[in-house]
């Protein structure tokens, strides 16, 4: 009986030492995403984060989570040697976060992370180690490559960035042409977002190295979303990339790659943001695309569409921390007037890059079916 008593004590306690939300795995390791290097920051097992700064001068110093910091800042202590420390009070999501410090009230980046382009600056990375991780390894496959182009813009009176991702075999088959699909960052982020946080090559080359997809070309250029500022996307006009997109860069893409230049082999798709550039633009040209994509973009309605004949498929994702039922509802009424079209839910993820890498992934399969 006294042993039973001993037993049932100890499982009251650790269940009350791991739902007041304290670090009891003593594992943490560099992030995948650090300096080379670089000890820190460093995360462990079960989803913490811990800081390492050194500001032997600073009085107050203070880590931000999350886009623009929106998850709250862990407060850093100083140590003797300089050194401020301190780990995140509770476990974050899985996947990719952006973060800055804030040292005596100036915003810095952590010297030992790698710096990646959101919240309309270059902010550091963090990476906590997902259970589906696998999916955007770096792997022992065939690799496709990802490439810089300069195409230029009369509109804008300038030569504008798009980066180009083409798969394994498109170096090989010199006769073969591809479908394409043209993939939009979110506000505050830029043409880089998608392979650099997103890790969009990646699941590309995993998926069709498992013959999980037919190979595509992905195209993604700059949004034009960073010229409206945060709370003011009410005044964002959508003309001016359009024609940059439509006008510009998909005919240079078509005279400078071997595409496939039809509608019906051309697909368009956004995160965030480039979800509502997504959704309007299809809207106004349903000529130019014939599969839509809106990754916590938004939604369709099925009045929003002129010609129903010349959609193939629309795919609507989410994070289950987001607004899930709205995508659901949305898709089921779409079902319901005859569309094509899918829903997914992100489990234990937001607003944020894990949820856009998993949807992508659902995504990908889908395009460009017969």
């Given at each position: ?197 997103g890790r969009v090559n990646l699941i590309m080359d995993n998926l069709i190295a498992e013959g999980k997809i037919k190979p595509f070309i992905i195209v993604m250029t700059y949004g034009m979303t960073n010229e409206v500022k945060w709370g003011g996307m009410a005044s964002f006009k959508i003309e001016p ?112 890059f894990q949820t856009w890498r998993r949807s992508f992934k659902e995504l990908a399969p889908l395009l460009f079916k017969d």
């Open positions: 009986m006294k042993q039973y008593l001993n037993v049932m004590l100890l499982v009251f306690f650790l269940s009350n030492y791991l739902c007041s939300g304290q670090i009891i795995v003593e594992d943490f390791k560099p992030s995948t995403v650090n300096q080379p290097g670089q000890e820190y920051p460093q995360v462990n097992s079960q989803g913490y984060a811990r800081f390492k700064i050194l500001a032997p001068e600073a009085q107050s110093v203070v880590v931000s989570l999350g886009l623009g910091g929106a998850k709250g800042g862990t407060v850093l202590t100083k140590g003797a040697n300089g050194f401020w420390t301190g780990t995140t009070a509770g476990v974050m999501d899985e996947g990719f976060h952006y973060y800055h410090v804030t040292v005596d009230g100036g915003v810095f980046n952590d010297p030992g992370a790698l710096n990646f382009y959101g919240s309309t600056r270059w902010e550091s990375g963090i990476e906590i180690p997902a259970y589906d991780q696998d999916f955007y390894a770096l792997k022992n496959v065939p690799h496709g490559t990802v490439q810089q182009i300069l195409f230029p813009s009369k509109s804008t009176n300038t030569s504008r960035r798009a980066y180009v991702y083409t798969p394994p075999s498109y170096s090989k088959e010199q006769s073969k042409r591809f479908p394409v699909l043209y993939l939009q960052h979110g506000w505050g982020e830029v043409e880089t977002a998608w392979s650099n946080q990339f359009q024609t940059v997109l439509v006008d510009e860069l998909i005919p240079y893409v078509d005279s400078n790659f071997r595409t496939i230049n039809k509608q019906t082999h051309r697909a368009m798709g956004g995160l965030s943001m480039g979800g509502m550039e997504t959704k309007t633009i299809t809207i106004n040209k349903p000529e130019v695309f014939s599969h839509y994509a809106l990754l916590s973009g938004g939604t369709y309605k099925p009045e929003d569409i002129k010609d129903k004949s010349k959609v193939k498929l629309i795919f609507l994702s989410c994070g289950s921390k987001e607004r899930p039922e709205g995508v659901k509802n949305a898709v089921t009424s779409l079902k319901e007037s005859g569309y094509n079209a899918v829903s997914y839910v992100s489990e234990g993820t937001g607003h944020e």
